[in-house]
Structures are given as structure tokens and as C-alpha cells.
């Protein structure tokens, strides 16, 4: 059954479990009503929530928002519906949920991270681990493709960004996978029906996730300041203008969460949705150095990895003809803005040719728009590009098995064969 625009309920997490079709469906409802449609904010236990949120779906809006920092406020929170408490803020309060200056001086510090030298020095390491992953996949042949291949490229990049030893890789992957998982069991144990009980293991599986990820960056910060070695976590602990403890630990959460859901999640759709389009795979194929920046920029696009984020409205405003209160929480989806027939001809085609491609995949234009877009985009192209060279024949097989989530447009798992 078709939903009418009146019964989405955007809040309602069965809702995101939903047919992709079927969704895509009710985003495409959503942008033909005149203005953004009001949702009711689910009430989480231990957490709280809200009166509610606009949808922001259409892409004039979602970029117009990303713009006005000024009105659109990262503050209290941008990647949490309810306020966050105190007690999540401290491990994942990090810069996104900050506006200016506090922002820009963060953004300024971990800027070190993209500057040429270093950019280089990625350029190699993400070459050398995407031949590593991509070794083994062909001497396995066959199996889960994104904790074989997809995940591991990503995190393992940033750990040797931020001189994390090879041995921890496995457990920052881990906790990546539950402090990404939302409200999917298989990760959180939260189920849908929001028990008090489950939601309290949810959070406290989540609570250590954060712990053990900022503990690790902590005690990395304390050994770079007495002994830096010129990687980025001594970079980011060192000089005049430096992290504290509490903030590397929060940024090393953001970057190895925000760092591995777009990447390994655009190599997994990416691999799906080549599948499905053996036209675009044979383009692809037949000029590799042509069609391959199109090709990452339409799977992005297409898959838009991050689903949403929070904005608040700082005072009184008027946008295209929708009035805004102080206070108001605004959503907005990239997701519908990808996919708005107003931008893009056919959007629900994949389509590597297509040119121009004004995405809102890494965010909207702004303040926010992501920091290591440039580094996403080279993993991603270093990897379909070692895949498609060195196993030409490889594809998905099966249906994915998907992340249940208001937030990431993740694959948990996705069998596939190189032949």
C-alpha cells in the first residue's frame, strides 16, 4: 500500500524498514506538498525528545538551510532528534554540534589533517591498504563483502592517520558498528518496540563503545605530547594551537565514525547498485579513467550514505514560504534533496554520466559541508578502481542485509562473488 504524504510518519523507526521503493515514495510526496510537512518527535527513554521537526526534503531548502548557519543552529546538537544529554555529549558532542567560533577553531586545529603533505602521505596509505584488502578478497573468492572489503578500507586509513597500532583496528571497527547502529539490534540490541529495558542495553553498549574509543585516543594523546612521532595525533595534541584530551577524544570518534559510514557504505551500495545496472558497469568498464570520478559522485548521490541532520532555529525567520520559530528543530534530509525532480533529471536513475551532479551527499554548502570529502572520495575511487581492475567479474549476490536507521543508509552484510 502506498502511503499518502498525511500518514508518513518519518519519526516512526518502522517506517525505515520499509521497501526502499516505498520510501523513496513517500520523500517523493513529501516534496509535493507546498511547504515542509511538521513530524511528531518519538520520546526515547532516558533520553527524552521533543514537540517535533520540519522536514526539509527538497533540495533548494537543504542547501538554503546549510547556508544560514546564522538562523540553522548545529547548536544544542546536529546529529541527535531529542537534545543530547550531558552524558552522551561527552564522548560524541563533537564539532559538528558546534557553531561559530567554537566551530571554526576546531575546524581550523584538525585542518592539519588535509593539508598537502599529509594528503599525499593518505594518497599512499589508502593505495597500499585497498591492494592489502583487495589480495585477500581475490585468495578468498567469495563471502561478506563489508566486513571483508567495504569496512575495513576506511578504518584502517584513519588509524594510521592517527598512528592507531594495526592490533586495535578490529575493536575500533567494532565499536564504529554499534556507535553507527541506531536502532538496530544486531548492533545496539535495541528493538523497535523502545522498551525501557532495551533501550537502557542499547545505551549502555553505546556509553562503552564511546568510552573505549575516547579512551584510546586519550591515552594515544598523552604518549604523543611527551613523545610526538609527526603523525596527525601528534600533530592535533602538539603546538600553540592544540586539542585538549576531551576534544581529541571526541574528534577521534567523529572521524572514525563520519570516516568509515560514507566510504563503506558508498563501496557496498556502489558494488549493489553495478550489480543491478550491468549498462552502467559495462560503461564503467570500458574507460575506467573516464567514467570513474562520475561514477563515485553518482553512487554517493544515489546512496547518500548520511541520511539527515539536525539544525535549530536561532530566531524568527521566513524560508520559502514557510514561517520559523525560535527554537524550531529543522531536519534535513539529504536523502529526499538527492532524489528532487527539481534538481535532477530522472533522479531515480543511476547514471554515471551525470553531469552536472550538485549532490548534498557530504552535507550542504556552508560551515558543515565535510572536512574529509576529499579523502572519501579518493577511497572510494582507489577502491572501485583496484576492484574493477584486478576482479572485473565481481558482483553482489543476493539482496543486502540493511542497517536499520533514521540516520545511515548503511549494509551490514552483502554476500558476493568475484565470478
Not at 554499534?178 to 548492533?187: F, K, P, R, S, T
Request: proline content about 6%; aromatic content about 8%.
Amino acid at each position: 500500500m502506498t502511503l499518502g504524504a498525511v500518514e508518513i510518519d518519518l519519526s516512526d523507526m518502522p517506517f525505515w524498514g520499509l521497501p526502499r521503493r516505498e520510501r523513496a515514495d513517500a520523500f517523493r510526496r513529501l516534496r509535493e506538498l507546498d511547504r515542509p510537512a511538521f513530524m511528531s518527535e518519538q520520546r526515547i527513554p532516558f533520553i527524552g525528545g521533543g514537540k517535533g521537526y520540519y522536514a526539509l526534503v527538497r533540495h533548494a531548502d537543504v542547501t538554503e538551510a546549510s547556508r544560514n548557519a546564522g538562523v540553522f543552529s548545529s547548536e544544542p546538537t546536529s546529529n541527535s532528534i531529542p537534545d543530547m544529554p550531558r552524558w552522551l555529549a561527552v564522548y560524541f558532542g563533537s564539532m559538528i554540534n558546534m557553531d561559530d567560533p567554537r566551530h571554526a577553531r576546531l575546524r581550523r586545529i584538525v585542518s592539519r589533517a588535509f593539508t598537502p603533505r599529509i594528503l599525499q602521505k593518505m594518497e599512499e596509505d589508502v593505495a597500499r591498504a585497498a591492494r592489502e584488502i583487495v589480495d585477500q578478497a581475490i585468495s578468498e573468492g567469495a563471502g561478506d563483502f563489508v566486513p571483508q572489503v567495504a569496512a575495513r578500507l576506511p578504518v584502517q586509513v584513519i588509524c594510521d592517520m592517527m598512528g592507531i597500532p594495526p592490533k586495535y583496528q578490529d575493536m575500533v571497527l567494532r565499536h564504529t558498528n554499534v556507535i553507527l547502529g541506531n536502532a538496530d539490534v544486531e548492533y545496539t540490541g535495541i528493538r523497535p518496540d523502545m522498551s525501557r529495558l532495551n533501550v537502557a542495553r542499547g545505551i549502555a553498549r553505546l556509553l562503552r563503545s564511546g568510552h573505549a574509543l575516547n579512551s584510546l585516543a586519550r591515552g594515544l594523546g598523552r604518549e604523543r605530547r611527551a613523545r610526538p612521532t609527526g603523525d596527525l595525533t601528534s600533530m592535533l595534541v602538539n603546538g600553540e594551537e592544540h586539542l585538549t584530551a576531551q576534544e581529541l577524544g571526541s574528534f577521534f570518534i567523529l572521524l572514525v565514525v563520519a570516516g568509515s559510514e560514507t566510504t563503506r557504505n558508498a563501496i557496498a551500495h556502489g558494488l549493489k547498485l553495478f550489480t543491478d545496472n550491468p549498462d552502467q558497469r559495462d560503461l564503467l568498464l570500458g574507460d575506467l579513467d573516464a567514467h570513474l570520478p562520475g561514477a563515485v559522485e553518482e553512487v554517493i548521490r544515489y546512496a547518500t550514505p548520511v541520511i539527515q541532520f539536525r539544525r535549530t532555529v536561532t530566531r524568527d525567520h521566513e524560508m520559502n514560504g514557510q514561517h520559523y520559530v525560535k527554537g524550531d528543530k529543522v531536519l534535513l534530509f539529504y536523502n529526499s534533496a538527492n532524489r528532487d525532480e527539481a534538481m535532477f533529471d530522472d533522479p531515480e536513475v543511476f547514471d554515471i554520466t551525470r553531469s552536472p551532479n550538485p549532490h548534498v551527499g557530504f552535507g550542504g554548502p556552508g560551515p558543515h559541508y565535510c572536512l574529509g570529502a576529499h579523502l572519501a572520495r579518493r577511497e572510494v575511487t582507489v577502491m572501485f578502481r583496484e576492484l574493477f581492475t584486478r576482479a572485473p567479474g565481481i558482483r553482489a549476490t543476493g539482496e543486502p542485509d540493511y542497517l536499520l536507521s533514521n540516520f545511515i543508509n548503511g549494509i551490514k552484510h552483502m554476500s558476493y562473488r568475484l565470478s
